[in-house]
């Protein structure tokens, strides 16, 4: 944690910290560091970018998500002839991505700006809302198992899902007591 407070720039003053004590906001407060070394988020133009970028971070997570629900199930346009190896290992890519990206909002939260906490819980509901959009237009007309893949790759936006090594039947029945 850095609260070096010699460097003020009218926005909110020091280097950029990476943890606050409690959630508090920059503005006339500590400067935040975004994820990267040298990006301190130090003026009001670079918190706006800071906030976009969050929110899209987290409707990034959830269309990850969905998309390889889609893909999963074939429902995407070219997938229905891949060979299952090539699916797979793009299944897993697509995964290791969502994964970088939620544990980056993981980060973020662990900040302790709340306005940077709310955007991310805006981009996730936006991204969850525009995946069940999705889900409804796109797979509920196809295969039952193609909802139960949907079901299933709906887990937690940081840590994935719960049942990854059970079969997708197997996890809507772990998923239909949890409820």
Not at 30 to 37: D, E, G, H, M, T
Not at 50 to 61: C, S
Not at 65 to 94: E, M, W
Not at 128 to 146: G, T
Request: charged letters at 10%; one cysteine or more.
């Amino acid at each position: 944690m850095n609260m070096n407070m010699a460097t003020s720039s009218g926005f909110c003053s020091g280097s950029g910290t990476v943890m606050m004590n409690g959630f508090q906001a920059s503005q006339n407060g500590f400067c935040v560091l975004y994820l990267f070394k040298g990006a301190n988020v130090d003026t009001a133009t670079k918190y706006g970018f800071a906030l976009v970028g969050t929110l899209l971070l987290g409707l990034v997570t959830e269309l990850l998500r969905v998309s390889r629900t889609f893909i999963a199930a074939r429902a995407l346009p070219g997938t229905a002839s891949l060979h299952p190896t090539l699916l797979d290992a793009g299944l897993a890519l697509i995964f290791a991505v969502q994964m970088m990206v939620a544990y980056w909002l993981m980060l973020l939260v662990m900040l302790y700006e709340y306005v940077i906490f709310i955007f991310i819980l805006i981009g996730l509901g936006f991204g969850h809302f525009i995946a069940l959009h999705l889900q409804r237009k796109y797979l509920a007309s196809s295969s039952s198992s193609s909802t139960s893949a949907f079901a299933a790759a709906s887990g937690s936006p940081c840590c994935g899902d719960s049942g990854a090594s059970a079969p997708v039947g197997d996890k809507m029945k772990v998923m239909s007591h949890a409820v």
